[in-house]
Structures are given as C-alpha cells and as structure tokens.
Antibody, heavy 118, light 111 residues
Framework: QVQLVQSGAEVKKPGASVKVSCKASGYTFTSYYMHWVRQAPGQGLEWMGIINPSGGSTSYAQKFQGRVTMTRDTSTSTVYMELSSLRSEDTAVYYC???????????WGQGTTVTVSS | QSVLTQPPSASGTPGQRVTISCSGSSSNIGSNYVYWYQQLPGTAPKLLIYRNNQRPSGVPDRFSGSKSGTSASLAISGLRSEDEADYYCAAWDDSLSAHVVFGGGTKLTVL
C-alpha cells in the first residue's frame, strides 16, 4: 500500500538545523511531487514548499526562503526537509504529503515533532 | 492570519446538516481548485474533497464541496459523532510564485 514514513521526533537548540526524512513506498517515487506542511501546537496548517522527486526542482514558501532546503534520494525513495536557524516558533509537527495531480495530500506521513528549546 | 478565511467553530447535532465556509480571493479560490481536509485529534490531515467537489475513494457521500467565485463550502449531512474534527480548506495561490494557502481551520463539534 502507498505509505509515507517519517523520521522520529527531534529536539534542537535555537540556531541549530534539523533534517526530517520522509520515505515513500508502494508507488513510483519519481512520479509524484511531494509537499511539506507544518503545524505549530494548537495552530493551523502551514505550507512550506514542494519538491519534484524526479528532477529535484523545488519551490518554497516565501516565509521560508533562505532557511529551508528540500532534497531527495531516488535510490531510497526518500525526500528530506532541512530547516536552519531554528527558533522557538519553529516548534511544530512537520508533515510530508504526496501531490496527486495538483491535489495536496492524498497521502500524508505520520508527522515528525520538532521541538526547539534552549 | 490565514490567507483563506474560515469560521473558527461550527456545531450541529447528530443527523443534522452543517456547512463550513472558506473565503479567499481572485488569486487563489477565484482561479484554482479548492481542497478540504479533515484532521482528527493527534492525527495527520486526511484529504476529504479535491478539485472543489470530488471525493477520494472511501470518503462517504455525506461530505460534499462546492465553490462559487472566491468562496467555497464544505457540507456534511447526516452528522455523526465521529465527524467531530478540525476541517481545513486549501487552494493554490497564483500571486508572486505559485504556492499553497490554507484556511485557519474550523473546529466542528457534534453536540
């Protein structure tokens, strides 16, 4: 079955970076774009950007430009989201979500909790 | 402040029909499809409606979506206790570089 499995929870200090992985299975990895979406505690959903696993091209939300990098490894069917210069406001659950013909999220990862605290 | 505007809360009794609105602008809802998501507590969002009014396989036909101009609505008929969740609308936005915008979410309570 189609599945996205994310890496485990992270605790980081302010100023550090975090790299979250999302391993895809059950479908042709390079045929579907992947989104990253985050959700701060008690807050709504926030789109971070999208990556094309085929060629590696990316598009980031303006808010995260310069701080976020999305990459992929086709040999392991895994996409990565790295966020740098972390601050407390980056404490959130980070989700990967498959794009299905322009529809964000026909399949979602289970989420990765990132806590930024000194 | 979310780009798409949703009421923060909605409620209904079992069996009732409830609607949740989502208001945007010409650069998002006015020119692109609308998507709706259901998020149960402690879980990842689930795609409920795509391309304004289409249901993915497995989503009951009690859920329906519509769009008119720069606004959209999600309707839930025959309300059930298990429908108690947060609901989000989303759309691509063509302003500046293409990006996805979400509504702030609506907490649905089944009384």
């Amino acid at each position: 079955q189609v599945q996205l499995v994310q890496s485990g929870a992270e605790v980081k200090k302010p100023g550090a970076s975090v790299k979250v992985s999302c391993k895809a299975s059950g479908y042709t990895f390079t045929s579907y774009y992947m989104h990253w979406v985050r959700q701060a505690p008690g807050q709504g959903l926030e789109w971070m950007g999208i990556i094309n696993p085929s060629g590696g091209s990316t598009s980031y939300a303006q808010k995260f430009q310069g701080r976020v990098t999305m990459t992929r490894d086709t040999s392991t069917s895994t996409v990565y989201m790295e966020l740098s210069s972390l601050r407390s406001e980056d404490t959130a659950v980070y989700y990967c979500a498959r794009d299905w013909g322009g529809s964000l999220g026909d399949v979602w990862g289970q989420g990765t909790t990132v806590t930024v605290s000194s | 402040q979310s780009v798409l505007t949703q009421p923060p809360s909605a409620s209904g009794t079992p069996g009732q029909r409830v609607t949740i609105s989502c208001s945007g602008s010409s650069s998002n809802i006015g020119s692109n499809y609308v998507y709706w998501y259901q998020q149960l507590p402690g879980t990842a969002p689930k795609l409920l409606i795509y391309r304004n009014n289409q249901r993915p396989s497995g989503v009951p036909d009690r859920f329906s979506g519509s769009k008119s101009g720069t606004s959209a609505s999600l309707a839930i008929s025959g309300l059930r206790s298990e429908d108690e969740a947060d609901y989000y609308c989303a759309a691509w936005d063509d302003s500046l570089s293409a990006h996805v915008v979400f509504g702030g979410g609506t907490k649905l309570t089944v009384l």
